[in-house]
């Protein structure tokens, strides 16, 4: 699986934007597809995923209402809706797939095998 991510930009807090994964060379099916960002000096952090067959999502608490993750089955994308941006949004924020992820390592940046290239989101305040 090849991951490309794209969408990110620079934006006003409040603003949104949306990212998407998009897979080549193999489907999204069977898969649990992540986003996950870094930010300068910190350590890279979930921030949504959703298992592709079930649409089954989860998110980390500071996005909580703010984002959305979502399928694309007929473009074999994962796109997460980013609304409501905060400075503190700022981060390259890298899409993540895997077979074997299960509930409790959907968070665990070392359960996915699979990585795109990463896109810089910039909210300035």
């Known amino acids: 699986v090849q991951l490309q991510a794209s969408g990110g930009g620079l934006v006003q807090a409040g603003g949104s934007l949306r990212l998407s994964c998009a897979s080549s060379?193999?489907?999204?099916?069977?898969?649990?597809v992540g986003w996950f960002r870094q930010a300068p000096g910190k350590e890279r952090e979930f921030v949504a995923g959703?298992?592709?067959?079930?649409?089954?999502?989860s998110y980390e608490d500071s996005v909580k209402g703010r984002f959305t993750i979502s399928r694309d089955s007929a473009k074999n994308t994962v796109d997460l809706q980013m609304n409501s941006l905060k400075p503190e949004d700022t981060a390259v924020y890298y899409c993540?797939?895997?077979?074997?992820?299960?509930?409790?390592?959907?968070?665990?940046?070392?359960?996915?095998?699979?990585w795109g290239q990463g896109t810089l989101v910039t909210v300035s305040s």
């Open positions: 959703i298992r592709w067959n079930s649409r089954i999502t």
């Open positions: 060379g193999d489907t999204f099916s069977g898969h649990v």
């Open positions: 993540a797939a895997d077979r074997n992820v299960i509930s409790s390592t959907i968070r665990d940046s070392r359960a996915y095998d699979y």
